[in-house]
Nanobody, 123 residues
Framework: QVQLVESGGGLVQAGGSLRLSCAAS????????MGWFRQAPGKEREFVAA????????WYADSVKGRFTISRDNAKNTVHLQMNNLKPEDTAVYCC????????????????WGQGTQVTVSS
């Protein structure tokens, strides 16, 4: 069992930055790829970014490529999402997830999910 707790969300103006964190406890953190997903009001949850177990590979949705950076620290059981140049359309609840999905963006293949943290970007 893995427990995931997100933090770092908040209200920011367009063009600003936020850094989300996801702290994991339980079984071997480094055994799992980690992903970030988001869900805006009235929309389906969507893939944002993911990182491989070692941290050597990363993947991004086209909508955030060049603005968001995912990273992980296996010694501290944490994964981060640095979000720069935020836009109002980035407003959503952001959740982290752990698993070994194929493909990496397949939500249903992640085993563990956090509760999420709200990110609101004002125009």
């Amino acid at each position: 069992q893995v427990q995931l707790v997100e933090s770092g969300g908040g209200l920011v103006q367009a063009g600003g930055s936020l850094r989300l964190s996801c702290a994991a406890s339980g079984r071997s953190f480094s055994s799992y790829a980690m992903g970030w997903f988001r869900q805006a009001p009235g929309k389906e949850r969507e893939f944002v970014a993911a990182i491989s177990r070692s941290g050597g590979f990363t993947w991004y949705a086209d909508s955030v490529k060049g603005r968001f950076t995912i990273s992980r620290d296996n010694a501290k059981n944490t994964v981060h999402l640095q979000m720069n140049n935020l836009k109002p359309e980035d407003t959503a609840v952001y959740c982290c997830a752990a698993g070994n999905p194929v493909p990496i963006s397949r939500q249903g293949s992640y085993d563990y999910w956090g509760q999420g943290t709200q990110v609101t970007v004002s125009s």
